[in-house]
């Protein structure tokens, strides 16, 4: 026991460099145009959501009460597609083989009971 070295709180460090010969690093507009490119809709949806979200507040400013309602709908609508969408997303990315619901709940069971 006395040839395991303790952690330290910068082991991390070390994990960062380990895992940057891995992946080639990219910046953060790379990062951000590579997932909006891998999924499209997700950022159209945001989109959406922050315009309605901004002309509801204008119109609630005017004092436009059926424009402020007929936003915040609009607004809660995009929010539900851009998530909809989202966890689509994640479906998609998943191995063939797991993207079978049934298998997919299945893979996080314990053994004891997929065997019965």
Not at 15 to 31: A, K, Q, T, V, Y
Not at 34 to 47: D, F, M, T, Y
Request: charged fraction near 25%.
């Amino acid at each position: 026991m006395g040839d395991i070295k303790k952690p330290t709180g910068l082991d991390w460090i070390q994990l960062d460099i380990d895992m940057g010969m891995l992946h080639p690093p990219e910046s953060n507009f790379e990062r951000i145009k590579r997932k909006c490119l891998n999924n499209p809709l997700v950022p159209i949806g945001a989109s959406v959501t922050v315009g309605a979200l901004s002309y509801g507040i204008f119109s609630m400013y005017r004092g436009s009460k059926e424009t402020q309602q007929r936003m915040m709908r609009l607004r809660v609508a995009a929010q539900l597609f851009t998530v909809i969408v989202a966890v689509g997303g994640i479906f998609l990315s998943l191995p063939k083989d797991k993207r079978n619901f049934q298998d997919f709940i299945r893979s996080g069971e314990p053994e004891s009971k997929m065997t019965k």
